[in-house]
């Protein structure tokens, strides 16, 4: 399979600085954070879009990070997180707009970082053909990425965002095969972060983590716990459940200074029915 890149569409997004912040004094370190923002369902009643999105990007603001994956944000989810967070470039490269499909989307700071070029693909056998799926995938899944330049070390780098099935077994092991490939024929350090539906003890982390790769999980880097409190989907409840199916993967190009798992909400009503996943980083 060949992965072919554009010049990558970019629409100019705010950032605040809140806890837990960044440590002082190091302009080279990167926070990068994944977020699941639940797709927009009319059946969410007090947890709909329209009544959490202030939520959403507020959230985002206040965690500030430098390079945002989110998964199954509509066009007009990603479009109103594009009017309120102007700091942020909204990175969608060769995208077909529609408005139904669920889309992994990265949002960059270009005060940090330079966009020199991406692309994305549909996770199956026919990866340039819109909303394509195939093996026992439940739905067309799909991977967005960029080049960058960090514009304080002058270094590039790649980073990317994917979603993989939430019900195809194979669909997730083949998927995750697609993801490996496009890393394995990378010569630059690389991130890769997403929802993955699936738990760090699967076929798919295995797959993603391998000797092949090079990528690392930065929760476990950091030696943080496996368990009930690290499960990342929550259902609006607020308590955890499942798995921690949302994870950060780096090369090693990259320290890992914290990872941590966001939990916020306000009087029980939580951003989305995925607890966001973030990791600081500074390059090795």
């Known amino acids: ?72 944000g509509k066009w007009n989810q990603l479009s109103y997180l594009h009017i309120h967070l102007p700091a942020y470039v909204l990175h969608t490269p060769n995208r077909i707009i529609d408005d139904d499909s669920q889309c992994p989307t990265l949002f960059i700071r ?57 019900l195809g077994i194979e669909a997730r092991s083949r998927q995750a095969s697609i993801v490996a490939e496009w890393v394995q024929g990378l010569t630059e350090p690389v991130i890769v972060m997403g929802d993955f539906n699936d738990n760090p003890d699967s076929p798919v982390h295995h797959i993603l983590t391998s000797r092949n790769t090079g990528l690392r999980d930065t929760w476990e880097m950091m030696g943080r716990h496996e368990g009930p409190e690290s499960f990342t989907h929550h259902g609006f409840q607020g308590i955890p459940q499942i798995a921690r199916m949302d994870w950060i993967l780096v090369s090693r190009h990259f320290r890992v200074r914290n990872a941590f798992i966001i939990r ?19 390059w090795a």
């Open 1 to 72: 399979m060949s992965f072919s890149e554009g010049s990558g569409l970019t629409s100019p997004m705010i950032a605040g600085s809140l806890n837990p912040t960044l440590p002082q004094g190091s302009a080279q370190m990167m926070r990068i954070m994944t977020f699941n923002i639940r797709f927009e369902n009319d059946r969410d009643g007090p947890d709909g879009w329209d009544q959490r999105r202030d939520r959403v990007a507020g959230l985002i603001q206040r965690y500030d990070p430098l390079i945002l994956g989110t998964q199954e």
């Open 110 to 166: 270009p005060d940090r970082y330079e966009i020199l070029g991406g692309s994305e693909w549909w996770l199956s056998k026919t990866p340039e053909v819109h909303l394509s799926k195939d093996w026992d995938s439940a739905f067309p899944r799909m991977m967005s990425t960029a080049r960058l330049r960090d514009r304080s070390t002058g270094y590039e780098f790649r980073v990317a965002v994917t979603h993989l099935d939430h």
């Open 264 to 282: 916020d909400n306000e009087n029980g009503r939580y951003p989305s029915d995925h607890f966001p996943c973030v990791t600081d980083l500074e």
